[in-house]
T-cell receptor
Framework: ETGVTQTPRHLVMGMTNKKSLKCEQHLGHNAMYWYKQSAKKPLELMFVYNFKEQTENNSVPSRFSPECPNSSHLFLHLHTLQPEDSALYLC??????????????FGPGTRLTVL | AQKITQTQPGMFVQEKEAVTLDCTYDTSDPSYGLFWYKQPSSGEMIFLIYQGSYDQQNATEGRYSLNFQKARKSANLVISASQLGDSAMYFCAMRESPGAGSYQLTFGKGTKLSVIP
């Protein structure tokens, strides 16, 4: 595997379900990110992890719970979601958080549908 | 106010022709970075090109070049010799220095490019 991988690629869940999204980066980076991309809206940053520590939470509802056990893996735990949470969830990684040159590399995304 | 503005929701270009995708940005920070990403229908955001605010020359990467006009705060992406595989959404993004706020990469709303055979 190379780059940033995400599983599953597609997920359909009911509002009472609990599921998790997984992201893994094979680039030796130290920072990882979760983004949400809804139809007709700009990409929204959700969470930032730098060296496994959460450095940013952009007022994300508590029904989204991130976990970063090491610099290569990032999870997004989902529970009691709402239909408006249906979106493409993108994971990204970068060498480190900070500096204007730091380039983020993205995974293929998980397309989530909440029924 | 929007930090990144992409005024072209959709564009068409003939195969093998060049195309320019517009991007203007708003920042008071003297140090910033500008990025372009491509998003095919599969969903993955693919990094294309980077331009730093202090870079003297326009960035180039293969068929991609960035027309950076600092005084006008514009960072247009030029794709030369368009190919059918270039059909995708294109996003302009900016990262300001940490001193100006968070480390966020701010994205525009994107331009959908369609290459016509």
């Amino acid at each position: 595997e190379t780059g940033v991988t995400q599983t599953p690629r597609h997920l359909v869940m009911g509002m009472t379900n609990k599921k998790s999204l997984k992201c893994e980066q094979h680039l030796g980076h130290n920072a990882m990110y979760w983004y949400k991309q809804s139809a007709k809206k700009p990409l929204e940053l959700m969470f930032v992890y730098n060296f496994k520590e959460q450095t940013e939470n952009n007022s994300v509802p508590s029904r989204f719970s991130p976990e970063c056990p090491n610099s290569s893996h990032l999870f997004l735990h989902l529970h009691t979601l709402q239909p408006e949470d249906s979106a493409l969830y993108l994971c990204a990684s970068s060498q480190f958080v900070g500096g204007t040159t730091d380039t983020q590399y993205f995974g293929p995304g998980t397309r989530l549908t909440v029924l | 106010a929007q930090k990144i503005t992409q005024t072209q929701p959709g564009m068409f270009v003939q195969e093998k022709e060049a195309v320019t995708l517009d991007c203007t940005y708003d920042t008071s920070d003297p140090s910033y970075g500008l990025f372009w990403y491509k998003q095919p229908s599969s969903g993955e955001m693919i990094f294309l090109i980077y331009q730093g605010s202090y870079d003297q020359q326009n960035a180039t990467e293969g068929r991609y070049s960035l027309n950076f006009q600092k005084a006008r705060k514009s960072a247009n992406l030029v794709i030369s010799a368009s190919q059918l595989g270039d059909s995708a959404m294109y996003f302009c993004a900016m990262r300001e220095s940490p001193g100006a706020g968070s480390y966020q990469l701010t994205f525009g709303k994107g331009t959908k490019l369609s290459v016509i055979p």
